[in-house]
């Protein structure tokens, strides 16, 4: 919204179903498969994956079956990591889903061959955020816990948050780092890719402004517009994607 | 090379005619032409156009014309800002041909409108970088000077180094604006997005190794050598663009 004010954005958040992070690899592909074909429907121009193990399982094939620029969030955290890396070694945090595809390693020696790779899964995490706990002691002390091996190590400049709810506890991630530790946002690295894209097929908004959001969410649609109430200086339409009630059902 | 290692540079110093900052549009233009087609020769597979004046004159006629990407310094600039500014007020510095051109201002204010920007046209920096002088009382005096107008203002959060010969003096730049001010190279912006471009179209360079950069100068080559082999840990080919000798003479 701050990069590209002119765009519309129809954000669905599977929010029932999330975290995706534990799921397996066919049920990550299910789901987002239900999701991007959820937008579909909404004539949209470019898709962004903004899941880091939903990228990490399905950038490829939906680039192979869609029309559309499709964008995942690792390659922009990936790219943003190289640029300021100055001596190739990068660490990454993500999800048990996320480390395990190994897709950050992949994408940056793809890149640069020389790069050495610490990644490391934090499990307690999206839990952590997920309830709230976003300072205070015990939030510090679960972070400290999750990043000693990094920490340990000590040899790399440069962290990429490999998970969307990591930069809710940037704050949290750079203390317990140093401040010598440069830390990657895949969120706004992707937004900025998003926008080159975009430039790039010449598809920019041009007009003077946008139409009103569109968030649907698939799970509680009280707590989703009190969290984006809270996020957002307007208020934004929030949905509730009733079409998905049967999926999710039987789902769990 | 430290973005795209894997990636073979074919660079084209047009060092004889340097700088293109305070020459025509026409000028530059027919300069840039020459420029490319040489490039093209080589059977190139994207261009870019690591000029901001040249960018401001000439991208959209050379992106209308050339079947390959083709990329200029003021995007990935201007995005960068964008991405890092809080306060939506944007400074830029560059030469009087690319603030004339009004090129910052027009791309930065396509993306977001609401954005206001400062630019400042600063003739001095381009000489005192080609005559070496990188630090030390004169610099800092002239840079503090150059930058007064902008520093009087005292309202941008983000400054955008609009003219290739900067980044030299970046640390000059910053201790001049001060530490809040976030200053960005357009240099490194631009290997990001040219790697996006590349790995966007498939075809990044996959295979173990490149091939030797070769770079061209239609100056003196001695010279150019000398400051390549100080900037390069390993040294590097560079050749005399011979072909263009009768052009700079009629030039002059």
Known sequence: MRQLPKEKLIYLGDTRRCPYGPRSEEEVRRFTWQMVNHLLEHNIKMLIVACNTATAYTLEELQENLSIPVIGVIQPGARAAIKVSQNKRIGVIGTE???????????????????????????????????????????????????????????????ILGCTHYPLIKNLIQNEMGSHIQVISSGEETA????????YHGSLESGGGHSVHEFYTTGDVDKFR???????????????????????SSAY
Request: include cysteine; aromatic fraction near 4%; charge should be negative.
């Open 192 to 199: 900025r890719e998003a926008s080159l894209i975009l430039a």
């Open 97 to 159: 889903g996320t480390i395990d595809s190994n897709a950050y390693p992949h994408v940056l020696k793809s890149i640069d061959q020389t790069i050495r790779v610490n990644a490391l899964a934090c499990p307690l995490l999206v839990p952590m955020v997920e309830n709230g706990l976003l300072e205070g002691e015990a939030a510090e002390d679960i972070v400290a816990r999750t990043l000693a091996p990094l920490k340990a190590m000590n040899h790399i400049d440069t962290l």
């Open 226 to 248: 009190t969290v984006a109430n809270s996020w957002f200086d307007e208020p934004v339409l929030v949905l509730k994607l009733a079409e998905l009630e049967h999926v999710k």
